[in-house]
Nanobody, 125 residues
Framework: VQLQASGGGSVQAGDSLRLSCKAS????????MGWFRQAPGKEREFVAA????????RYADSVKGRFTISRDNAKNTVYLQMNSLKSEDTAVYYC???????????????????WGQGTQVTVSS
């Protein structure tokens, strides 16, 4: 499984960005998907997750109400819509996939089997 993340950039605080993660799979609906981020000097942290099959989502408290994870099965792509961006959202954002037969979301790095290359998001205040 290969994951290609894109959509990062440099924006001002309060702006929006949409990240995309295209998966080289037959059906992305069979994978639990997640977004993580890593700021310089910090550990990779959970941002948002989406279960396989059924549409169950989970968010980190720091992004709840501002970020939305979604999936387009026809395009085998997962998105992260980021609104009201803050300077503390600055990080490299990674998408991840877990090939699982179970529903439910995954919120830890160890639970994911596959990772994309990351896309940089920089928010200036």
């Amino acid at each position: 499984v290969q994951l290609q993340a894109s959509g990062g950039g440099s924006v001002q605080a309060g702006d929006s960005l949409r990240l995309s993660c295209k998966a080289s799979v037959r059906n992305i609906n069979n994978y639990a998907m997640g977004w993580f981020r890593q700021a310089p000097g910090k550990e990779r942290e959970f941002v948002a997750a989406l279960s396989r099959s059924v549409y169950i989502t989970r968010y980190a408290d720091s992004v709840k109400g501002r970020f939305t994870i979604s999936r387009d099965n026809a395009k085998n792509t997962v998105y992260l819509q980021m609104n009201s961006l803050k300077s503390e959202d600055t990080a490299v954002y990674y998408c991840a996939a877990d090939q699982t037969r179970t529903t439910g979301t995954r919120a830890t790095v160890a639970e994911y089997d596959f990772w994309g290359q990351g896309t940089q998001v920089t928010v200036s205040s």
